[in-house]
């Protein structure tokens, strides 16, 4: 199920939208624009910078920022997997620690398969803090935590919250395992996260001001209930098993306090992954840590039942497994259409690359492979429109700013998005393929 993403990781086509947004990003972060603009601009940013300057230095290197981070997100999603291994060791024996990682590995390329080796800095910040838990816990119940490690996984949080904000469950169970287990490491991770923290934001605010925190913590997206239950819902559902199967955690804590981690990772990151789902534009990756929870948690209980253990297993692996088809299925697609896609492809570059003015990519793997900026954020001005935020935004599309606009057909959400009819009220298409067209002012 995987080798369909790993066929597309040479390949100029994108997989995602996310992947020429975060191209766009790290080639201002280069320095080739504003990483954080102002709120009435076009364009935008809610991402922590992190993750742009080392996917840009990276893409210097490759000759793509695109395709190192297709490289980079692979590598940091086998580098959570064998934290996962790690910590499931210091639990049980090398088979409930394989085990441990055939689960993390077999919901990573069915359920969060949108996200295998893409150009995203999710599973990057994800690693830095699956690695926090490695140098957090201890070898031995009873055992105490040393402070030269706390500190370290305190500075591995921070990094990880500077790559991808949304990674907040780790850091809270973290907090709320060490007021279990060791009140003396929490207190030493408390300080030093806090230091580690402002000075990040100290350093944040020297060199964008307001700004990036505006953009970062205050982004303009929609929240929704129906959403939530809808898209929210089967993690859920997903959960209710894994909470049974971990039921011989909780009968441990009393002679191994290290046993409350797995359960606390799972408390907190389940509501936390469906309430994030209830946002616009929010995908798969709010269920990151809390895969990688069940992923700990289920091995280690398990190999702590004296007997069925593997029944529970079977349980909790079940969603993977009914999931293999359409995985599958996906996979032959992306196989099959990879070289149809970087063709059809072309001519948008091309035509987005001879543009005689500012230019604008719904995808902006587009505009980077072009060798341009997008002037327009389509996500962004969507939902400030819906806002009723963006009036400051029309006027530049009035004025048939742009000298060539890229557009997919079949955008997402077309009927409540206000910004494709003042688009197409003052542009016209002038080619189409493959589900996107190239629009140019009217005369």
């Avoid at 929490?186 to 100290?202: M, Q, S, Y």
């Avoid at 190999?303 to 079977?314: E, K």
Wanted: hydrophobic content about 55%; proline content about 6%; some cysteine.
């Amino acid at each position: 199920m995987a080798l369909g993403h790993l066929w597309w990781l040479p390949a100029q086509a994108a997989l995602n939208v996310n992947e020429g947004w975060n191209a766009g990003q790290a080639v201002r972060a280069m320095g080739a624009g504003t990483l954080y603009p102002h709120h009435d601009a076009l364009t935008a940013n809610n991402y922590p910078p992190l993750s742009f300057y080392l996917i840009g230095a990276a893409g210097w290197l490759f000759g793509d920022i695109i395709i190192a981070g297709r490289v980079i997100a692979l590598l940091a999603q086998v580098a959570n997997g064998l934290a996962i291994y790690v910590v499931v060791r210091r639990f049980a024996d090398a088979r409930w620690a394989a085990i441990g990682l055939l689960l993390f590995a077999g919901y990573s390329v069915t359920l969060l398969r949108a996200y295998l080796a893409i150009n995203d800095p999710q599973w990057l910040g994800q690693a830095a803090m699956s690695w926090a838990l490695v140098l957090l816990l201890p070898s031995d119940a009873g055992k105490r935590i040393a402070v030269g490690r706390v500190i370290a996984a305190a500075a591995l949080i921070v990094a990880g919250g500077l790559i991808k904000h949304n990674l907040v469950a780790f850091p809270i169970a973290i907090t709320l395992w060490l007021w279990w287990a060791d009140r003396r490491a929490l207190v030493a991770w408390i300080v030093t996260g806090a230091l580690f923290a402002a000075i990040a934001a100290l350093a944040l605010f020297a060199i964008w001001g307001p700004d990036v925190f505006i953009d970062v913590l205050s982004p303009a997206r929609g929240y929704s209930l129906a959403r939530m239950t809808a898209k929210g819902g089967p993690l859920l559902l997903l959960m209710l098993p894994v909470l049974l199967a971990c039921r011989p955690l909780t009968m441990r804590l009393r002679s191994d306090a290290r046993l409350a981690l797995p359960l606390f990772l799972l408390a907190v990151s389940i509501p936390l992954g469906i309430v994030q789902r209830s946002g616009s534009g929010v995908d798969v990756n709010a269920f990151f840590e809390s895969i990688i929870a069940l992923a700990i948690a289920v091995p280690v209980a398990c190999a702590l039942r004296p007997d069925g253990p593997y029944r529970w297993l079977a349980i909790t692996a079940l969603p993977a497994l009914c999931l293999v088809p359409m995985a599958a299925t996906k996979t032959i697609s992306e196989i099959t259409g990879r070289d149809d896609a970087v063709r059809q492809a072309r001519p948008f570059i091309a035509a987005i690359a001879a543009a005689p003015g500012p230019v604008a990519c719904d995808d902006q793997a587009i505009c980077y492979w072009a060798g341009r900026q997008s002037g327009i954020d389509f996500f962004s001005v969507k939902q400030r429109l819906l806002k009723g935020d963006g009036d400051a935004l029309v006027p530049t599309l009035d004025r048939s700013h742009f000298a060539m606009i890229q557009m997919r057909s079949d955008n997402p959400g077309w009927q409540q998005n206000l910004l494709i009819p003042i688009i197409r009220a003052h542009y016209r298409t002038v080619y189409a393929s493959g589900g996107s067209e190239l629009l140019a002012p009217k005369p």
